[in-house]
């Protein structure tokens, strides 16, 4: 029988369907064992960009809509923030389909009385992008690390290997990365705070975080290409982030010690 976490809240993001990038086995194994009232789909759900580049869409892909709308059907409230890789979805802004809100961003009061704007990030790129040249060469090189990363996990998974990101421990080491990182961040936090908030949740830049500063809490979901994560809210308020990567092989392993997962 398979073992269903329940979660008040979940956020997730970057899912990135439609490209080879996602890690769409652990992702439909987090769906089957997760449980929520509230589900935010926090942008980059489905990668408009890369089906526009070269088709890519196996039935794995459309498994993980099925079980969102399963979900979504069973009185889970879906809300859907688009991303910039799914940002065609913006023009549906304040609509409702299939039981899915559509909403451009909004904000999420936890059972402990916090009031969380909830965005996915990539409006800010314009004041913390690099030059056009830079953002090129760092595009196609992003797209190589991930095919390496890709080629990476296949091993891990031969030699039974505990979950690691090949691509997030070389990006964490690049010191342009964490200084975009750093103002993505601090970005994110002044949005929170002009609108009189008292943190926020967001995705985009594939980087898992809980973090406080100046009385406000940063929370990032993370990605499902590189990070496998998710943000969850406990019955109580509490907010953590569930690794699945390591969740799934410590699964696997039956004497390994339980991981935690707390931020």
Not at 2 to 25: K, M, P, Q
Not at 43 to 56: A, C, P, T, V
Not at 150 to 169: E, F, I, K, T
Not at 192 to 218: F, P, Q, T
Request: charged share 25%.
């Amino acid at each position: 029988m398979t073992h269903v976490e329940y979660h008040r809240t979940i956020f997730v993001s970057d899912l990135h369907l439609g490209s080879r990038a996602c890690r769409v086995e652990l992702l439909l194994d987090f769906l089957a064992h997760a449980r929520c009232d509230i589900l935010y789909l926090v942008g980059d759900i489905i990668d408009l960009r890369s089906l526009r580049r070269s088709f890519y869409w196996p039935k794995s892909h459309t498994e993980v809509l099925q079980r969102i709308l399963e979900k979504a059907r069973a009185d889970t409230r879906v809300v859907y923030v688009p991303g910039n890789h799914d940002d065609d979805f913006r023009a549906l802004t304040g609509m409702r389909f299939s039981r899915i809100e559509i909403e451009q961003r909004c904000v999420h009061t936890t059972a402990a009385g916090k009031r969380l704007l909830v965005l996915h990030g990539d409006e800010f790129d314009s004041t913390l992008k690099c030059g056009p040249l830079a953002a090129l060469v760092g595009h196609v090189g992003y797209r190589l690390l991930l095919a390496v990363n890709r080629l990476n996990h296949r091993l891990d998974a031969l030699m039974g290997r505990p979950y690691w990101s090949l691509a997030q421990s070389l990006k964490l080491r690049v010191g342009k990365a964490v200084r975009y990182i750093s103002g993505f961040q601090n970005a994110c936090l002044d949005a929170a705070r002009e609108a009189d908030l008292d943190g926020v949740v967001c995705g985009h830049i594939h980087k898992a975080d809980i973090l406080e500063r100046d009385g406000l809490v940063y929370c990032n979901d993370g990605d499902w290409v590189e990070s496998c994560t998710a943000l969850v809210e406990s019955p109580a308020g509490d907010l953590s982030l569930r690794h699945w990567g390591q969740v799934s092989a410590a699964r696997e392993r039956p004497h390994a010690v339980p991981l935690s997962d707390a931020a």
